[in-house]
């Protein structure tokens, strides 16, 4: 089946306004709720900047996704062991305390977390006097 450019185009773009769409319905739906309870102006922004960046993140990762899935098992085991590999390697503790088997070995247990622009993955004074690090 062939399409011609104009009509693929079409699609595309119909595709990119219903993405935009469904960004701007999510935020309009927390902006409600926001609004009916009172939240701080500063927090709104906050929220909606968190939103706006994590669903244009999980756009992308999700093609990600897709794309490492059409991969060979073998082929995609050794792409995610080089790029872990190499996130491990940049990080003296690892490099001087490990063995190279131990890092390619922990290179296989990562995995990703999301944190906002600006948002504190700890506070020093949040933690516990009593943890032992």
């Known amino acids: 089946m062939k399409m011609s450019s104009s009509t ?61 899935n059409k991969l060979t098992a073998s082929l995609k085991k050794e792409l995610l062991l080089q790029s872990h590999g190499n996130i491990l390697t940049k990080i003296p503790l690892f490099t001087k305390n490990f063995s190279a088997n131990t890092v390619q070995s922990l290179s296989f247990c990562m995995k990703k977390v999301k944190f906002s622009p600006e948002e504190y993955i700890y506070k020093v004074h949040l933690i516990k006097k009593s943890s032992k690090i």
């Open 8 to 68: 693929l185009l079409f699609f595309l773009c119909f595709l990119m306004l219903n993405e935009k769409k469904i960004i701007r319905e999510t935020i309009s739906v927390i902006n409600q709720f926001m609004k009916k309870k009172n939240i701080d102006f500063e927090l709104q922004g906050r929220v909606r900047k968190y939103l706006e960046y994590t669903m244009d993140k999980e756009r992308n990762s999700d093609k990600e996704i897709e794309i490492l």
